[in-house]
């Protein structure tokens, strides 16, 4: 579990670098380091990372990730823009993706974690895996060109 987390640590901290060419980057660099920073948490086991703290920390992501998960489902389901579903062509829908990959992520930190099972533990390490090979596949393939395009464009 600590492994997950800092692979997750580290997906959300390259989540947040890449927002700042983003017209709303404060807002998405927010919301990416707040998990990044439960997660590293976690991984570190931070003597001062409390249960109470943990709790409090991660509903309060939780709010932040959800709320912004409705607004970019609402956006991108209204964007003439997009066609289709997918993803990776429009911004709101990579905005849907990454508001939801944290939201999952919170709500897996907001368990308790002090009896992991084996069956949390897979879906822990699948849930940190699937992320990085979806980024690594869009950047080694066609999606590359949707991803990289500056704020003016």
């Known amino acids: 579990f ?43 086991q931070a003597q001062w990372w409390t249960w109470q703290l943990r709790m409090r920390f991660t509903s309060a992501a939780i709010l932040l990730s959800g709320g912004l998960l409705v607004v970019s489902v609402w956006f991108w389901l209204h964007d003439s823009a997009c066609i289709g579903f997918n993803l990776v062509v429009c911004e709101y829908g990579r905005e849907s993706g990454g508001s939801a990959i944290s939201l999952i992520w919170l709500l897996l930190l907001r368990r308790d974690t002090e009896g992991i099972g084996w069956k949390r533990a897979t879906l822990s390490t699948m849930l940190s895996l699937v992320p990085l090979a979806v980024w690594l596949a869009l950047l080694m393939g066609d999606g590359i060109k949707y991803l990289c395009v500056g704020a003016t464009s």
């Open 2 to 44: 600590r492994l997950s987390n800092a692979v997750m640590a580290m997906f959300f901290a390259m989540a947040s670098y890449v927002q700042l060419n983003d017209p709303d980057a404060l807002l998405w660099i927010v919301a990416y380091a707040l998990p990044c920073f439960a997660s590293a948490s976690e991984a570190l």
